[in-house]
C-alpha cells in the first residue's frame, strides 16, 4: 500500500486560496493515478479531482470546475491541489489517494490513502 501525507491545510476566508499538497513515499508514484476526495461533517466522501499518471489528463466534479486545480509533480513525488475561491461547501477533511488510473480514482477504487488534511472555510 503506498503511503501519502497531505498538507496545507487549514482556516481560510471564503473568496480565498489555498494549496493542498500530498507526498508519496514510493519511487513508483508516477505509475500511480492521483485523486483528491473529501469529507464533510455527516456527510459521505466526495470525489474532488484525479489526475493521470503521466498528469495529462484531470477530471473534476462539477462543483469545483473552474476553482480547483490538481496537478502532478513525479520527480517530487507530490500532487497537488489548488483552491481558488473557496467558500463555505468546500469546509472538509480533503484526502489524497493512489489508484490504477483516474476511472477507478472517480469511483473511489484506491490502493493507499492519507490521513487527511482539514480545511475550513469561514463566511
Known amino acids: 500500500q503506498v503511503q501519502l501525507v497531505e498538507s496545507g491545510g487549514g482556516l481560510v476566508q471564503a473568496g480565498g486560496s489555498l494549496r493542498l499538497s500530498c507526498a508519496a513515499s514510493e519511487r513508483t508514484f508516477s505509475t500511480y493515478a492521483m485523486g483528491w476526495f473529501r469529507q464533510a461533517p455527516g456527510k459521505e466522501r466526495e470525489f474532488v479531482a484525479a489526475?493521470?499518471?503521466?498528469?495529462?489528463?484531470?477530471q473534476y466534479t462539477d462543483s469545483v470546475k473552474g476553482r480547483f486545480t490538481i496537478s502532478k509533480d513525479n520527480a517530487k513525488n507530490t500532487v497537488y491541489l489548488q483552491m481558488n475561491s473557496v467558500g463555505p461547501e468546500d469546509t472538509a477533511v480533503y484526502y489524497c489517494g493512489a489508484g490504477a488510473d483516474t476511472f477507478r480514482i472517480q469511483r473511489g477504487v484506491y490502493v493507499g490513502w492519507g490521513q487527511g488534511t482539514q480545511v475550513t472555510v469561514s463566511s
Open positions: 489526475i493521470s499518471r503521466r498528469g495529462d489528463i484531470t
